[in-house]
Structures are given as C-alpha cells and as structure tokens.
C-alpha cells in the first residue's frame, strides 16, 4: 500500500482517470473506474473516485482519490487486489498459503506496477510519496514526531528523494 498526499489537489476525477489512459504502458489496462462513491468510517473526507488498473490475472491495484475538503491536501492511495476471480477464489479459498509461492512464481509480485503508477503520480502531480510503515510510525511516535514522513515530493516540479 502507497499513498501520497497533493498539497494543491488535483483538478478532477476525469483529469485524473485521463493522465493514468494515456501514460499507462500498453501491457497495463484499466479495468474499472467509478467517480464519487462513499467512506462510511469517514465523515472528514469524500471519496473522488476509484480507477482499478490490471497488470495480469493476479497482479492489480485500486487507485483511490479522496479530498478532506474538495480542493486541497487531496490524497491518492494504492492498494493491491487480484482481478481474476478465478485466481481469487483459488488464492483465497481453496490453495490456502501455498498460493503466496505459486501465484508469484507465475504472474510476479505487484513491484512492477507499483513503478509505473508511481512515476505517473510522480512526473504529473505535484505529490507527496508518504511513509506509512509500522517500523517509522513506531520510530516517529517515540522521537515525538509527526506519524507519516515524506519519502519522495514533486511539489515544487521536481522529484526529491
């Protein structure tokens, strides 16, 4: 799971779903992509959107847009899904943990569209990749500082690791 945070926020739902159409490699598809919707655990913010992108039958992520206030400090998170619901269904309910050997062994691990989707969020947004791993959220509460670090920004044009 990524997730980045747009200070100045992004245009649309449809200008974003535009940019992932155009620059997406040719071996990538998106498969489903559905504006608005609802977060029932949150009453801050709004959910923009959701654009689900295919790598192959077991590697995908979800792209969802949320906005706290609808123009700025919007956020864009990437989680991991499988498309095919035969490859689901296998993986969760008949092969049990012998499905995390096999299935990367055939299809690979989610890494590669990972990149992609980060050096598009990164070279057309003005985005900040942010930390949310347990080992830095534990370093960070115990240093007293904030939960999240910023790992890589495009905010000012370029890309700072």
Known sequence: MKI?????????????????????????EIVASNAGGSMP????????????????????????????????????SITDYIPSFIVRFLHGNVLGYLTNLIFPAIYGTSSKIYEVTDNIIMSN???????????????SMFKGKAVTEVVKSSVNGTVKE
């Open 125 to 139: 947004f003005e985005a900040n990749e942010l930390d949310i791993s347990l080992k830095n959220s534990m370093k």
């Open 4 to 28: 980045y945070q747009v200070p100045g926020g992004y245009p649309s739902f449809e200008a974003v779903e535009a940019v992932f159409k155009e620059k997406l490699p040719k071996d990538y």
């Open 41 to 76: 655990m949150f009453t801050a913010g709004k959910k923009i959107g959701e654009i689900k992108i295919r790598q192959n039958a077991y590697n995908g992520i979800v792209i969802s847009l949320t906005s706290n206030d609808g123009t700025l400090n919007d956020n864009i």
